[in-house]
């Protein structure tokens, strides 16, 4: 009764929304058929030849210096540089774009992998009263339905539950998520609903029950940030622009005006970080999209200008999948110090995050001990209490700069408004700052009007709404179907080459290798746990991946999903790009180092080793500490103090466990904290009392020791120790 009652309540307090969502339904459908005209539109309209073939590095190298002048020169491979090649080349617009390192290496892979409005934005805008902000609300859901038509395969619409856990805000949230489906009009994905406690639960059995009132479902999008990134990038390749990663800018080039004698930007001196080649680029009009290095090319523009952004920190971790449903996220609309926090589900893992923290800018951000801890807390908030959230489940962690715009005297960045800037300056320098993954291509838009408009360019209206990107032709839903029947993949690797790859996954496909197994015929993981393949690897080299780092953390987002699997297949990884692009010893040895060097700091792999030194105080009850030890000792049988790789498989081949020697020496690494190639009684005791508090979980040398030690003793059959997954 209670529950109807607060309904009822609802339906008043909400009767004008209801009212006007109505006919909601009609309208979506309206607004597929105008997507669908506005695919066809696009596509008409263009007069840019498209490449079937994508041309190679050195190709766009070659065409950066050779090229006399281009109309346009974007500085920045992110989600907006790259919406901005798009854009310019689609209008018919010379066009380069230059990235210093990998596209998408910085904020744009680092997001929390929606393609959103801004729901509590939305609610500061009603607040406050701020049109403002309500405009860049209704922006970011007419760009988020433009994104999820232009590329199917990439994204996907995704409920998100608000659980409700006070009676009172059933009808305020409501309300609220109402507004914000009112406010995207025949661009809203789906209707929100309201559910009752127990189908609240239903859906999200991991929910806290406890004076849970109910729930309200709402839609917005979710993405492959850093693939969407690279399809707007090759997209912008295949219709003509010269894009080229790896390749900086050392300074920007001007010449004196005859008119007015001032000093104009007509390019940029570059150099090609893989060889050190330096080259001249000229261009009518640079455009700066550095994101949170925006100023550092102001600087160069104008050495004394002022900051125009304050970049701010934002954390995210994942945990496996088990933590959320497979279909379902998690919005907690007000944490412990006001923030919001996501819990996604996200490539069959599961996502939180995020944090808001002023920082300084870096090109390798740092997650924190303190962030991620502030996570794990918030999300233990909301689950039930037979879910232990273990700080040992984080499986990877990371820190994404966003470039938020701001008055330079301003502190508080946490109630800033994400909203972008663009701004030409007295020498032609045109700056597209700020804004949010969900509205590039709007930005991009607008950044190329001001700067035809600066510069007098002569151009085409604006193309790219419903432009296909790279992939989103010949996508179907069942498109994985024909993988498994053409070239006998697995159905997992099928599944994720189409979510990925869109309709160029059949030139994966081709490339993968027979396997010599009757199931799958073809194509061999890079590791077991993942659908990646090994063929993935030399077409991330087609796709302008020129290091280790670039597939292990864009081609493919194996160190953003589980940092030890990414360890694990990186010798692989470096075995395959070294034979393609001809690596030396010297190189390949380089290569290894600085991707194990990415993980350890910006992927959140040092964690692991962290949990494991700050344990150095030993919690373990007297019993407890008995039991580990007469574990330790039976492989330890010389009673030497410490056991090495040959200790551990003596032990194994008595029990007919063969594993190799190069996976028992990593198994042995995880825990030997002074890294002297053996691991000490108190090292094991420090890893058991790690594993009780959950500050370490699913550690392969105390799952192979346990089973070895009960197979011992019970004299079973053998056993297999297989890493489900190991916590950072």
Request: with cysteine.
């Amino acid at each position: 009764m209670a529950f109807r009652r607060a309904l009822r309540r609802t339906a008043v307090v909400g009767g004008g929304a209801v009212v006007a969502a109505f006919g909601l339904s009609q309208l979506i459908e309206y607004r597929r058929t105008q997507v669908r005209l506005a695919h066809v539109a696009a596509e008409a309209e263009l007069k840019v030849p498209y490449a079937d073939e994508l041309p190679s590095r050195q190709t766009q190298l070659a065409a950066l210096q050779d090229t006399p002048e281009f109309d346009v020169l974007v500085v920045g491979g992110g989600a907006t540089g790259a919406g901005c090649a798009l854009d310019a080349v689609t209008r018919n617009l010379k066009t380069a774009l230059v990235e210093r390192s990998d596209f998408s290496s910085g904020t744009s892979s680092r997001s929390t992998k929606l393609i959103h409005g801004g729901v509590r934005y939305l609610q500061k805008a009603i607040m406050q009263l701020d049109y403002e902000q309500y405009m860049m609300v209704k922006e970011a859901l007419h760009e988020r339905a433009n994104l999820l038509e232009i590329a199917p395969h990439l994204s996907a619409p995704l409920p998100i539950m608000l659980p409700v856990y006070k009676w009172w805000q059933l009808p305020y949230y409501w309300a609220g998520i109402k507004m914000y489906d009112l406010v995207a009009g025949i661009y809203c994905l789906k209707s929100s609903y309201i559910l009752s406690k127990s189908k609240a639960l239903e859906h999200f059995p991991m929910l806290k029950k406890d004076k849970l009132v109910g729930a309200i479902v709402y839609y917005d999008g979710q993405h492959n940030d850093a693939r969407m990134n690279l399809a707007i990038a090759l997209a912008a390749a295949r219709y003509g622009a010269a894009v080229a990663n790896y390749t900086e800018v050392v300074r920007l080039l001007k010449t004196k005006d005859q008119q007015t004698g001032k000093e104009k930007v007509c390019g940029a001196r570059c150099r090609d970080v893989i060889t050190g080649q330096e080259f001249d680029v000229r261009a009518k009009c640079v455009i700066n999209a550095t994101g949170p290095f925006t100023d550092s090319l102001r600087q160069m523009d104008k050495q004394e200008i002022s900051n125009i952004c304050q970049p701010s920190a934002g954390v995210h971790i994942v945990i496996p999948g088990y933590y959320s449903p497979d279909n379902m996220g998690l919005l907690d609309p007000a944490t412990s110090d006001g923030r919001v926090i996501f819990f996604l589900p996200w490539e069959n893992m599961t996502i939180a995050g995020t944090t808001d923290t002023p920082t300084n800018v870096t090109a390798h951000p740092i997650p924190g001990e303190d962030d991620i801890n502030f996570i794990l807390t918030e999300v233990r908030n909301y689950l039930s209490p037979d879910v232990e959230v273990r700080r040992g489940d984080v499986l990877a962690a990371w820190s994404g700069i966003r470039p938020l715009v701001t008055d330079p005297n301003s502190k508080d960045t946490q109630s800033i408004c994400r909203n972008h800037i663009v701004t030409v300056s007295d020498s032609g320098l045109v700056t597209i700052a700020g804004g949010k993954w969900t509205t590039y291509r709007s930005m991009a838009e607008e950044t190329l009007n001001a700067a035809i408009k600066s510069h007098s360019l002569s151009a085409k209206p604006c193309r790219t709404v419903g432009l296909m990107l790279e992939g989103a032709k010949g996508w179907t839903p069942t498109l994985y179907i024909r993988l498994v029947q053409d070239y006998g993949l697995e159905k997992e690797v099928a599944q994720h080459l189409a979510s990925t790859y869109g309709g160029k996954a059949f030139d994966v496909a081709k490339m993968a290798k027979v396997t010599g197994q009757r199931w799958p015929i073809v194509g061999k993981r890079l590791v077991s746990e993942f659908p990646y393949i090994e063929a993935e690897v030399l077409y991330a080299i087609k796709e302008y991946a020129c290091t280790a780092i670039d597939v292990i953390a864009r081609r493919t987002r194996l160190g953003f999903l589980n940092v030890q699997a990414a360890d694990e297949a990186l010798p692989r990884i470096v075995q395959i790009m070294a034979k393609e692009l001809n690596w030396s010893q010297e190189k390949r040895t380089e290569e290894l180092e600085a991707a194990k060097k990415f993980l350890y700091h910006e992927m959140g792999y040092r964690s692991r080793s962290e949990q494991l030194t700050k344990t150095s105080e030993i919690n373990l009850h007297y019993q407890e500490v008995v039991k580990y030890k007469n574990r330790f000792h039976k492989f330890d049988k010389e009673c030497k103090g410490f056991i090495t790789t040959v200790d551990v498989q003596r032990v194994l081949d008595s029990i007919n466990v063969h594993i190799d020697e190069n996976t028992l020496h990593e198994i042995l690494n995880e825990v030997d904290l002074n890294k002297n190639g053996q691991v000490e009684i108190n090292e094991f005791l420090q890893l058991m009392s790690a594993v009780k508090k959950g500050h370490v979980s699913d550690s392969r040398l105390a799952i192979l020791m346990k089973k070895a030690e009960e197979t011992l003793e019970e004299d079973r059959g053998p056993v297999t120790v297989d890493r489900s997954g190991g916590g950072v």
